[in-house]
């Protein structure tokens, strides 16, 4: 294990914390636990009503950096907590996400087994509200350039996931203050049209599904997501439909997936039926997947004609969508 270095901290990481008194707790703790020790750990307070900074204060470790401002959002905050940084390298936490042990320890060996890289992550699997795994991530594993391959999908899957060379997000400006969603994808789109990556083919990173998280809003991630495929698509000049065809494909099996998980009710089934349409419109191989487009279907009319407690009932005893891609 690696000695605490008060003045010179290898890694930085952030967290931005907004009104999450029941995950901060469990986050920081995934953080102390972590293999490789010299880190500094920057907890950014953006401007949280509920107890988010007390239980921060009850925590005792030299290692923590607490900062509290007015609450200007998620990159502001990250942004915020970037420029606070003096670690080598970076990685964000999102307040409601887990680490495992390992996390910050194996990507860094890969960092320094591949100095051609700039950006390390991980596999990831999800959580629920308890803390308990229930569903598998996409678990990709690419190397060196992947800007075709991330913008087909977000195989990161959050921003809780890539430690970074930290000159390498400062060189772009941080993360995009203008967009309200999908600002991670965007900065691994901009980090992987310059720089190599290399994958950790390990699940490092659960990250938590809950109804009343940021990425819940599926109208607001469907246009966002939209702006960043089309910027990533035409930033790098590419001229290939079919990339462009597999990145929209994936994206509204995404969305079609995410509106199909609880809580159930009838708006969120008429959404889902508008993006499963969407995603059969693009989907090249449509008809070679016809059972899970069926599926799907299925799921969205029950959702639509049942009553909402009837519909989760049922639905509940059923093996919840899968976003893998």
């Not at 607001?220 to 597999?246: D, F, M, P, R």
């Not at 508008?274 to 997947?289: E, Q």
Request: charge should be neutral.
């Amino acid at each position: 294990m690696n000695e605490v270095n008060k003045e010179s901290p290898t890694i930085s990481v952030v967290i931005p914390a907004y009104n999450c008194e029941k995950t901060i707790q469990a986050t920081i703790k995934s953080v102390l636990n972590q293999t490789f020790t010299n880190f500094e750990l920057i907890i950014i307070n953006d401007g949280s009503q509920d107890s988010t900074l007390d239980i921060v204060s009850q925590i005792k470790d030299i290692r923590i950096k607490v900062f509290s401002y007015p609450n200007a959002g998620g990159n502001v905050t990250r942004n915020r907590g970037l420029h606070h940084a003096i670690g080598e390298f970076v990685s964000f936490l999102d307040a409601d996400d887990i680490w495992t042990p390992d996390k910050l320890q194996v990507q860094l060996q890969a960092l320094q087994n591949n100095p051609d890289a700039q950006v390390a992550y991980s596999w990831t699997d999800y959580i629920n509200e308890n803390g308990e795994r229930f569903l598998s991530g996409t678990h990709i594993t690419a190397n060196g350039d992947v800007y075709e391959q991330l913008l087909i999908t977000n195989f990161l899957e959050s921003g809780s996931n890539p430690l970074i060379r930290r000159e390498a997000v400062l060189e772009l400006g941080g993360f995009d203050e203008s967009l309200p969603a999908a600002q991670d994808w965007d900065m691994w789109l901009r980090l992987a049209a310059q720089y190599s990556f290399v994958a950790v083919p390990s699940v490092q990173i659960l990250y938590r599904l809950s109804a009343n998280s940021v990425s819940s809003n599926l109208a607001k991630q469907e246009k966002y997501c939209l702006q960043v495929i089309t910027n990533g698509y035409h930033a790098k000049g590419l001229n290939n439909q079919t990339i462009l065809n597999s990145s929209m494909t994936n994206l509204y099996k995404y969305l079609t997936c995410k509106a199909l998980n609880r809580p159930h009710n009838r708006q969120k089934g008429i959404a889902a039926a508008g993006f499963l349409w969407k995603y059969f419109i693009y989907d090249n191989s449509r008809f070679k997947r016809t059972k899970f487009t069926l599926k799907l279907l299925l799921k969205i009319s029950i959702i639509i004609f049942l009553p909402d407690n009837l519909s989760t009932n049922f639905l509940d005893s059923r093996k919840t969508v899968n976003l893998k891609t």
